[in-house]
């Protein structure tokens, strides 16, 4: 064989494999290919995204899932792409021009969409190669853009489609709008988060300043957290059923400062135990006022203007701030003797998902899409099985909120997206903005939604040319809904759509079920006739050691970069499966990725010994002579093949951790710490290095989805009689076997390791000499167990560094001995000849007493009332786990003290 490295140097060979992988076109897939077809799209990141350890997290579970099904012989595509990222994106652009004394409204649009294009040519593909880096074998020659012409054309068919259908429509409604990026968002996009706030108790006159039963006083109390919002007051709500305000119905409240008349409403919405029970009301400012006041049929006046400034509306506090109005209010009511009180109150308030903004309730003219006609049937392939969620417990969650889904407002006040595709003639429509045009179906004089040209020549109604755009932008998530089938070439028919959808699984984040996973679903189901995906996994969060959650302000970031530099790509992607329960946080230190380091070398030293030991003359082919094998043989192949199964099981089932922990220990514990040391001692050199590359072939083939570099190093230096293909990913996933299944095998090796190890802790406990040959004494309980033993007492002798003595059924345990007992069989280690009694005496001793005295200390805490109803549950727990571990060391101990007793 040839030389291999005696250090496994993952940076040495990482960027030449995936260099290799990429020039044979490995991750390519087929459309004419007779295989049954299994796809996957890749949530597309940002473009101005740079990977961090949610991403490595997602993509890694996704690479597992393609590779495991490429080596399974399905024609596998992993579609890749980027996501143009609306806000995100204008946002960088917009901070990098600003450096040049720039601002977008001096560029003007089409001088800053060009600025705007050149930084995602030059930015854009970052993350595409650092997913590169990690070993995503995406068909990396199909990546996709959300603004591609392909994807654009899709959603100018979906808008288009929608409109005319009457499930597109325009009007003003209260949304959240981002003051800082100056747009609309979604319900989704604007973040609920607690803030600690203030409750401003203001009184608000009665006109005609008649006494009230209130208090006997001429004005009311009203409570407010947003005083600035009360110069578009339009009346004050009370609730009907609220008896300290009977008889108001026909009084008229004077709005403090302003002076306007405002009506008194009575709703059953209004919470009386809320401050006072009195409620101002704002429609264009609040969404429950808004609500409010379309039943009461209240005006609607708006007092701010895009950045969160007081508009001409305001009269004397035009231009301030919106919080700078607060306090200003504040302050004018305090000197007009209106102000009672002000109180701390914590709050949910909305903030811009991008920015992270205190979002504004404005009222604002915007394009929405009518959900519930689409949600319909989205709830119903959820319920009746045809989409399945990992955990299950997320099914509930999306239902829930299906059956609850609001209209969808997708206009966005930008520049960088996909511009809506509305015209509007304003010979038909007489308007100064095209943003003040509602429409509310698609019947509507002069708007119109061109069908074959992106820029029309004259107005399909009057046919004159005095036609504009409108001028907002689709929301980011419009394009993204469209992902599963847009990526494969719709609205055409093609032939990757034909044979990729629907696709088998998506993997994401339990933070974009209600942005993208549930609009797919819609979609794929509205355009496709079809859902779009058939399995969601949703991954947990990647947090810190102390569950915080990873982010740049509070310097918790791990990178993953930085990791894969020091350690490499396959132990960051090991580490992080390994400790990721099905849809569980996953809490992440960088002394965790030593696991995935430590395995690593591991596997490459084992393969070292066999690869570096094969003699090259006895390996002829990879069969397999069962008449030849041993014990270990037959075991190590039957545990291979139980392996196979329950890592097959595991991944069906989306638990990645559980198939990564099933193969560590395999290839750990059974073939590098006790396989290649049983195999040292056969005489049968051919049939041992048979089983050797047989099982080391099988087992590069099951870790090659977790650890793809690695696996493909050692598996290009196999003999070639053990491998199918060139590249590991074109071999054959591992099959089963009925012939070498053999229980029998697996229970006395069982036996056989437990004697090994018995007598392996005997000899550490009494600190024995590691050159010294130790006698063993078995109590059998069988003739099965005398023959298992005397027929492999090799193995017991050479490992445990033993020599079998005595051997039969109801032998006294000798003086001098320690024991072990290993299901029906005791074992007996003679010591006395190797130990000073005295001092070893004296050392249990010494040593029972410290437990005692550990165990008398837990015990008196958990006998202590005020500890047990105090105290955690977990603390607690563990609490009881360590007295019963101080337990069992006793016994253990005692039984040691009492072995070294002459006169037993």
Known sequence: MKEIPSRYDPLSIEEQIYKDWEEKKLFSAKTGTGKTAYSIVIPPPNVTGILHMGHALNNTIQDILIRWKRLQGYEVLWMPGTDHAGIATQNVVERSIAKEGLTRQVLGREKFLERVWQWKDEYGNTIIRQLKRLGASCDWDRTRFTMDEGLSRAVKEVFSRLYYEGLIYKNNFIINWCPRCETALSDEEAEHSEVEGMLYYIKYPVKGHDKLEVENEDYIVVATTRPETMLGDTAVAMNANDQRYRGLSEKIIILPIIGRELKIIFDESVDPSFGTGALKVTPAHDPVDFEMGSRHGLERINVMDSNAKINELGGDYQGMDRFECRETIIEDLKERNLFIKSEKHVHSVRHCYRCHTMSEPRLSNQWFVKMKPLSEEAIQVVKDGRVNFYPERWTKVYLNWMENIRDWCVSRQIWWGHRIPVWYCKDCLDFKDAREVKVSGPNVKGVFVPQEKDFPEKCPYCGGNNIVQDPDVLDTWFSSWLWPISTFGWPSDTEELKKFYPTDALVTAQEIIFFWVARMIMAGLKFMGNVPFKDVYIHGTVRDSTGTKMSKSLGNVIDPLEIIGEVGSDALRFSLISITSQGQDVFLSKEKFEVGRNFSNKLWNAARYVLMNVDETFIDNSELDLSRFSLPDKWIINSYFETIEKVESSLAGYRFNDAAQILYDFVWHRYCDWYLELAKLSHDKKNVQSV?????????????????????????????HFKSSEYIMNAEWPRQNEEFINKDAEFSMAKLMGIISAIRNIRAFWNLDASSIVDVSFNVGNDDDIELIEKEKKYIEKLARAKVCNMSKGLERPALSASGIIGDIKLYVLIGSLIDVEKETARIT?????TENYFNSIDRKLKNKEFIEKA???????????????????????????ALKPNR
């Open 846 to 850: 010494k040593k029972i007493i410290e």
């Open 872 to 898: 955690p549950r977990e603390v607690v727990q563990k609490e009881i786990e360590k007295k019963d571990a101080f337990k069992k060391q006793i016994v253990v101990l005692n039984e040691n003290l009492d």
């Open 692 to 720: 050797l590359l047989f099982v080391l072939s099988g087992i590069l083939r099951l870790l090659h989805p977790f650890m793809p570099y690695i696996t493909e190093e050692l598996w290009s230096k196999l003999p070639r």
